[in-house]
């Protein structure tokens, strides 16, 4: 049952389709991606929302999430902008979800893990940046190394000489 679940979504998240879906607002279409998009996450998660999921409807969940991360994160260039930011849009919105806390233990746990994969593809930093970790500088002795990799990275800038001064971000 996976795998017919993970082929469905897998063509109706594939670059080609939601490209298509998008150009055909073009020639008239009044169904756009937001709304496939919205349409989806809804009969994937709605049902479930208030009670147990079932372990089908966990993987299929388990499925979508880790398809729209993908999208999101796109690290291959597949999918245009309004495709990446319909998939945040969806994430945005399932993170906001995920904090019911109805249901059984295994259904609390699965919820919490979708909720972790998703804070971890957003960024745990709401405030729009992401920590930058860089290698320490080639210079730097055994006992100095060890000190900056055990520091916590800095806000928008990579951790360096040139920086290790710097009064603002």
Known sequence: ALGIQR???AHLIHPSTVQRITDTRLYGNEYP???????????????D?????????????VE?????VSVFQDENNRYDSITQSTALAQLQRLETLMDRRSGNAETRA????????????????RSGVQAVHCAPPPHLGPAARLFWQRAPAR???????DNLSASGP
Do not use: K, S, W
Not at 33 to 47: P, S
Not at 51 to 60: A, E, P, S, Y
Not at 111 to 122: M, T
């Open 7 to 9: 082929g469905v979504l």
């Open 33 to 47: 991606l937001t709304d496939m998009m919205n349409d989806l996450t809804t009969a994937i998660f709605e049902a």
């Open 49 to 61: 929302l208030r009670g147990d999921v079932n372990t089908f409807r966990q993987n299929l969940q």
């Open 64 to 68: 979508y999430v880790n398809g729209l």
């Open 110 to 125: 699965h919820r919490q893990h979708l909720r972790f994969v998703i804070e971890q593809a957003l960024g745990a930093d």
């Open 155 to 161: 806000q928008g800038r990579p951790r360096g000489e």
